[in-house]
């Protein structure tokens, strides 16, 4: 109570109308007597707390209002001033010198309040030197977190060379001066002081697709393992999709054997060098169907494949027209297994096929030399005169396919067969190609047999009796 009426009587003082102030002195309980000519003297006497007269007698915005102009404010410059500073005991304000300093150094001062930001393995180098305020206005910043420039980037580039090529694709966080949108600029648990040490998380919270991706059934193996700077430059880049360089030769880095095989092959698959490179193909992160396919081998095979391609080896015939709705198809491609006859990236073989298979009309028939087909079909059907099991294309026992094929002549599979569908059963052809001559095939079907009629022979029927398996 007696420093209440005290600090009335000295406001009283100072709101006299010019009489001067008068020396008094002032008993209270706990303090010694002072003679004062004004509160100064009182306030240099140390008897009373400088915090209480300096709220008491003059609050500080009242001078310094500006500060509470700007956007954002310090806390403690809304409500308490001597939070941070104190009063070096000299009356305020005298221009000549400072009449107030922090109570305490910079950071200390800052970590009465702030959590320490040196706690993680690796520290950002101002905060490391406690130089806060290298980033941070003390007072008032037009800046969300009292940040001295906006966009933040402009101020890490002070010290940051970021080094941006000209023409090159930046990410988005960079044009938009984010650098604090994946970087912390205190502490971090890694050396590139990402927000969160898993990037996937830090990357989709723009990149909202992600999300969904990684519920995909096959994912890719960076992708899985949430590394997307395998693959991806955080900042720039010449590529598409800020990726580290072209496409192919950033996949081709991991995948070794399949960079071996395109090297060492005599035919690549020209989707590999063309448009999206690997992408063409497959999907980068994720995807529902295995190899990470961005369809079903089917779908992204006649992605291309619906319609003449002209190769290097001559022209590639659509396939789509032989697997029209109704048609007969090859099980491979009924199955969307064109991978058991076609290998996706590189083969020695032409049409990019897995084993050998000529595509001569006549070859030398051995199963050797046809072994693309005798992967799966019985060798017996090539091998034997006769049989009961191996083909249902026989005269009794007598293989009508061993008589078609065989000797240093044998006639093509594909002379007779659509290798992909056709409209009639076994994908029996319509017609075959005879140099520039259309030569019709006449085949029908019975319950025991059939019969055939080519430009190389008359009608010949055959029944396999009771010999029919």
């Given amino acids: 109570m007696d420093k209440l009426i005290l600090l009335i009587w000295l406001w009283s003082l100072f709101t006299t109308s010019n009489e001067p102030i008068k020396e008094s002195t002032v008993s209270v309980t706990g303090v010694p ?21 300096a709220d008491s007698l003059m609050n500080c915005n009242d001078c310094h209002d500006d500060i509470l102009k700007s956007e954002v404010v310090h806390a403690p410059d809304k409500k308490d ?3 941070c500073h104190v009063s070096k005991g000299v009356e305020h304000p005298i221009e000549a010198q400072a009449t107030f300093k922090l109570k305490k150094k910079v950071p200390k001062l800052c970590y009465e309040c702030h959590d320490p930001k040196t ?37 890490c580039y002070e010290c940051h060379d970021l080094k941006i090529p000209e023409g090159n694709m930046v990410h988005g966080a960079i044009t938009n001066g984010n650098c604090t949108g994946c970087h912390n600029p205190h502490d971090a648990d890694n050396a590139e002081f990402m927000n969160t040490s898993k990037l996937d998380r830090l990357c989709r919270k723009c990149h909202r697709p992600l999300r969904k991706e990684f519920k995909l059934d096959y ?10 700077f395998s693959c991806h430059n955080g900042h720039s880049s010449k590529e598409a999709h800020l990726s580290d360089i072209k496409t192919e030769k950033l996949c081709l880095d991991c995948h070794e054997d399949t960079h071996t095989e395109i090297n060492e092959s005599k035919t690549v698959h020209g989707a590999i060098n063309k448009g ?52 007969v198809l090859h099980g491979p491609v009924a199955l969307s297994q064109c991978s058991v006859c076609h290998k996706p990236h590189a083969s020695n073989e032409l049409k990019l096929l897995t084993m050998k298979y000529p595509l001569e009309q006549y070859s030398v028939a051995t199963v050797d030399n046809f072994s693309l087909c005798f992967h799966c079909h019985e060798d017996e059907l090539f091998e034997s005169p006769t049989t009961v099991s191996a083909t249902n294309f026989r005269d009794g026992n007598k293989n009508l396919h061993y008589i078609h094929i065989r000797g240093n002549r044998g006639r093509n599979c ?44 008359e009608k010949l029927e055959y029944e396999r009796g009771d010999l029919q398996d």
């Avoid at 100064?40 to 006497?45: D, G, L, N, P, T």
């Avoid at 101002?126 to 941070?136: A, D």
């Fill in 33 to 53: 007597s002072t003679s004062i000519s004004n509160p100064v003297a009182i306030m240099e006497s140390g008897s009373f707390n400088i915090d209480i007269l």
């Fill in 81 to 83: 001033c001597m939070r």
């Fill in 119 to 155: 706690e993680k393995e690796f520290v950002h180098g101002p905060t490391g030197e406690g130089n806060c305020l290298l980033c941070h206005d003390i007072h008032n910043s037009k800046n969300m977190y009292l940040v001295k420039k906006d966009p933040v980037s402009d101020l």
């Fill in 219 to 228: 994912l890719h193996s960076p992708f899985e393992k949430k590394d997307c």
């Fill in 276 to 327: 999206k490179g690997c992408l063409n193909c497959h999907k980068p992160h994720g995807s529902k169907n295995v190899n990470i396919l961005v369809g079903t081998e089917k779908e992204v095979c006649l992605s291309c494949h619906d319609k003449d391609i002209d190769g290097i080896n001559g022209s590639i015939l659509a396939i789509s027209p032989s697997l029209k709705e109704g048609n």
């Fill in 414 to 457: 594909n002379l007779c067969h659509d290798m992909h569908g056709g409209e009639n059963k076994h994908m029996i052809k319509k017609y075959a190609m005879y140099g520039n001559w259309k030569m019709p095939i006449k085949f029908e079907f019975t319950d025991k047999g059939g019969s055939c009629q080519t430009g190389c022979h």
